[in-house]
């Protein structure tokens, strides 16, 4: 057998190996360390190398298109055929790529995004001093040097000319002026005063994005269209409950609704007091903001009672709210400046996802594309520029770590990814900061879950399989469960487990969603495989493991090359809008085209979800790379009985 | 000499008389009592009764056109020259007469005032139930609603859609709509959503005149044009001082402004409050308010600085305010109800003035017409249908009270009229409430100064005669003084006097007030006695004795029967406004029709402010009717050194 000269960089070793021996035990040999938490399996893409020479590929999952052109190759499913050159990329970048690269690759996006169509206008004026003789009152002689400068008819709030009488005279009559020459409101005018100082005024904007977790915000100039500051924060309503459901119950509580109301403002307030000491921006400078959410929140924003979200038939007060005042809000910024909180299309898909549609594109693609915001709710839209079908899939909050034993959300002390060793069974974890495990995150439990499935610690059927000859099983104290690590491992002394239970809330919440997207699918009578994009949202699904998702079944069975995953595509929407009213106008005519199912009126989204509570899916012909792993690893054991057809 | 039979009625009684005895000679022959307190000099009219048959008048002063005309004559000025029939009127006739029919004569205003231009409109609604195939938000389901009613486009403001939920469950998708179909502001519309609720809906406005000193208001029907309840309170903020100035002052304090603001918002809360006792009408019931006011107090109910108003050039930040929504104002009203404050002309004229024009029809009489309102300050209004000139008069309070040693304001113990004895300088006075009295309000100083001047107690350089031989004048702690009730007839214990200070303060404010007459008709090329109409507003001008305040050479000196009192004209005026937006219209068109003269940069006001510091007047020969009077008396004593030349 031919052996072959294998040179490992950056260290620069050479070894020989011969012909069908793998990179990873070429690497080996080199008395170098490989990552194989899947235990060599191709499953976890954590042994990608670089390799350039006489080598072939067995597998390549988890790597992207732009990985192999790069020359990336999974160490232990490549077979050294000839003389090569192995790079080793640094850890930090295999971090890198894993998590940004990849999972947050981002579609393109115009940022920044500079138009001449966000509507406000800042300038200096200069006014004629009154005297004796010109006893014109400030409000008159502002107006008629307004009308001088171009712009007739302005419309003064009161709030502006509580404060002008000082600012004209501290200016000596040539004062700063911003207005709003149009809005989404009133894109014909009149235009609005919305400040008057001594001081120069930069028009500068807010886009925030109100998840029921997380709210998160842009502070863009408006002209430049440049991001100066982004701030996120947890909602401070979580207080109040995790979920929406619970947030609507609370509100219907005495006081329960302004309590949440102001929560939500504490927590703008927060980002705007970060924001302001990262950039001295002061809130009162903000002088137009634009909002998404979903829609209860965007409620609770507004102050609107959103009990009869959920009482049958759904109705929410509002889907298309019209653009209020800060002031008359309560959002501390410019108390005159509009704020536009976008269009909803109903109950359960609110703006935050037509500004995801925006941004993302859906509605200008001749592609046939899902998308799909996984937040504390799963909202997907399918279609294409010519139509848009959506519906809401009650997930529960399983994959915010909530209704899971050690789940947490992902915050530092978080499992993220889990491997698990197919012959061992024993876990390799990342933790969230680097420190100690604390709990597991959504990203922590899919992953978890699919290596539990695919190495066969868990069936079809989501049943922990005591009988496996490991320590890691073990019936527990809410019934069987994997521990993923030991108490001595741990930030708080305790296992961290996945139980029984833990297993049945993810396998409901992920077979929520894939039912979603057939009842999508079917509604409008094409395949689920048909679909030539899938783009994913939400900051959740930034960090989301395709490979694994499509192991359990939550996201369909697609080649790589479909899945983007596009991070905060609510904000990138909202920002849009912030700065283009056409952009704006798109949005609304993208909300106006999603036709809405609403699922609990429809059966046949019963019977997809009861399909879907396998592993991956009852037929699992829908899942063909899946079927393969799991056909692999089932040589060894049973498959479930009549899991094909139950 | 003849004898003539006299039947004095109701009594019966019969006395006989001679040709030349007096009426009030016939009286007191037959026992009874006829009040004379200005000595029998046909001064104070309070002997005016009826006869029929041989008299002839003498005199007549104090008697209309329409007392001559019911037989009434001055028992003191009429002789004796045949039988006749004297009836002597109730003393609360007198009462009636002399304060209400003839001070308050009201000018031919349209009360109740029915217009179909308010502008609001409210009916009711029936909407289709909303189902899970029909899951429209609620307000995109109104919209509809009352698009198919008639009313496309209705703007629907956040307040509204916070209660929108509720409001259309509790109705059964049946609520009542109030509408404001157009405003001043907007006459194109379109339509704003009011109110909402399952209750029905009376379109109710409020009509609001905030005076430096009371507050006042009218709670009226917009649809019938009924006014339904009046009340009136003084205005809080007199606790931080008694005219703009000293609100102005202390509006630049710390928190002063927002003091004041508040203060005023309570004022008129205490005002809803008696009217909800009265009526059962919540102020979330009133729906539409119109405000007018001096110029300090619109911008202090704004919550507008002040400051700028009270140093030269003298300008206001506003003159012609915008409507604003009650809810931004803080007026305790329904927070969507626009709140219009009418226009103003100048820092020292306000709306109260413009709305008091409207009122008293000056801007469209063929007549040259005088209309004064003297409140705290003095504000006058001289023109036709085809100009109008205003000025304001810096009179300083003394016409309410203060800066007079027992100065007060027009409440239960001020004494309200006064008649001097001119044989004993001994007085009789009034008093509001009819107890004993505590001070001397506005009314009661012009009518004691008059009388001090004709019978000779001061003279016409307003110095008090020491050298009299009466008890009642005195070198008192602040100089000469004239005490007009003794320490045993008071509330206080203590006399109540008028002191040499007392006179130069109300004959500086006298003095202010002529001096704008005479600078007004100067500047027009008029002279004084081609007035053909004076009306005088304002509360203090339904008190007001015009004979008095003429001999003071407060007033012109014109016939009586060119005086007009028309009570509260800013409230009358602002009452309009509510209910017809032509009347609106024709305001806005008075205010700019008004040009406005600042005195203070006018030379010739303070020459004519020195000639007027004289009783009445350096040049007496501009008010022939005192003249002839003080003549008459001033044969008992030398005239003032070069009085008439000074």
New interface residues.
């Given amino acids: 057998m031919a052996t072959h000269k294998v040179v490992i960089q950056p260290s620069g070793l050479t070894v020989e190996a011969a012909t069908g021996a793998l990179v990873s035990e070429a690497i080996q040999q080199a008395g170098l360390e490989v990552a194989q938490p899947c235990g060599g399996q191709g499953r976890c893409g954590r042994c990608a190398v670089q390799v350039e020479g006489g080598a072939r590929r067995r597998s390549s999952l988890r790597l992207s298109s732009e990985d192999l052109q790069a020359g990336y190759a999974l160490a232990c499913q490549t077979v050294i055929e000839g003389d090569l050159t192995i790079t080793i990329p640094e850890q930090e970048k295999i971090e890198r790529r894993m998590v940004t690269d990849k999972a947050a690759a981002r579609i393109g996006l115009p940022f920044p995004y500079s138009s001449d169509l966000q509507g406000v206008h800042a300038f200096r004026l200069s006014l004629p001093e ?11 002689r502002l107006s008629n040097g307004l009308t001088l400068a171009g712009y007739p008819h302005v ?2 709030p ?2 502006m ?2 404060h ?3 600012a004209l ?1 501290q200016s000596e009559w040539t004062p700063w002026v911003a207005l709003e020459l149009r809005s989404w409101s009133r894109p014909e005018g009149p235009p609005r005063l919305l400040d008057l100082r001594a001081e120069p005024i930069e028009p500068l904007g807010l886009a925030i994005d109100i998840g029921t977790t997380t709210v998160s915000a842009h502070l863009v100039n408006l002209s430049s269209g440049e991001v100066i500051e982004t701030a996120a924060e947890y909602n401070g309503q979580i207080a109040f409950g995790e979920d929406v459901i619970s947030r609507i119950i609370y509100a219907s509580k005495n006081d329960g609704l302004s309590s949440l109301t102001q929560r939500l403002q504490q927590t703008i307030e927060l980002l705007l007091d970060r924001i302001q000491k990262r950039t001295g921006v002061g809130g009162d400078q903000i002088l137009k903001a634009v909002v998404a959410g979903n829609t209860t929140m965007i409620h609770l924003f ?4 959103p ?2 979200i959920r009482v ?11 653009v ?1 005042l800060a ?3 309560g959002l501390p910024i410019n108390p005159q400046a509009v704020v536009d909180c976008l269009p909803g299309v ?2 359960y898909v609110g703006s935050d996802i037509s500004a995801g549609a925006l941004a993302c594109d859906i509605a200008t693609t001749d592609h046939l594309t899902l998308f799909i915001d996984v937040g504390t709710n799963g909202e997907i839209v399918l279609g294409t520029r010519d139509w848009l079908i959506t519906c809401a899939c009650s997930a529960g909050p399983a994959f915010e770590g909530a209704g899971v034993v050690d789940g947490m959300r992902a915050t530092e002390g978080a499992i993220e990814e889990v491997w698990v060793n197919s012959t061992t069974y024993e876990p390799t974890y990342r933790v969230i900061g680097g420190g100690k495990p604390r709990g597991i995150c959504g990203s922590g439990l899919i992953s978890l879950l699919a290596e539990l499935f695919v190495t066969g610690v868990v069936d079809r059927a989501g049943a922990v399989k005591l009988e496996l000859d490991s320590r890691r099983v073990r019936q527990g104290d809410h019934g069987p469960e994997y521990v993923v690590a030991w108490a001595a491992e741990t930030e708080t002394g305790r296992d961290i487990v996945l139980t029984k239970v833990d297993v049945d809330n993810l396998m409901r919440a992920k077979a929520a969603i894939y039912a979603g997207f057939t009842v999508l699918a079917a509604s409008v009578g094409v395949s689920l495989s048909d679909v030539e994009q899938v783009l994913v949202g939400g900051s959740f699904g930034k960090y989301i493991n395709v490979e694994k998702a499509v192991q359990i079944g939550l996201l369909p069975d697609l080649p790589w090359e479909r899945f983007r995953f596009l991070g905060n595509t609510s904000l990138q929407g909202t920002y849009m809008a912030l700065l283009s009213l056409d952009q704006r106008q798109l949005l609304a005519q993208v909300a106006r085209q999603m036709t ?1 199912i ?1 699922l ?2 429809d059966n046949s989204f019963y019977e997809a979800f009861t399909a879907a509570m396998f592993l991956p899916h009852t037929e699992i012909a829908r899942f063909p790379s899946v079927a393969e792993i799991w056909e692999h690893n089932s040589a060894r054991e049973p498959a479930p009985g009549g899991a094909t057809n139950p």
Same sequence: chains 1, 2.
């Fill in positions: 009154p005297n004796l003789q010109d006893n014109t009152d400030d409000l008159t419309e003064v009161l709030g000319v509580r002008m009488g000082e005279r507004l102050g609107i009672p009990a009869p049958a038939p759904y109705i929410p007060t509002v889907n298309l709210p019209a209020y002031g008359e809000i109903a109950s809405y609403e609990s009126a």
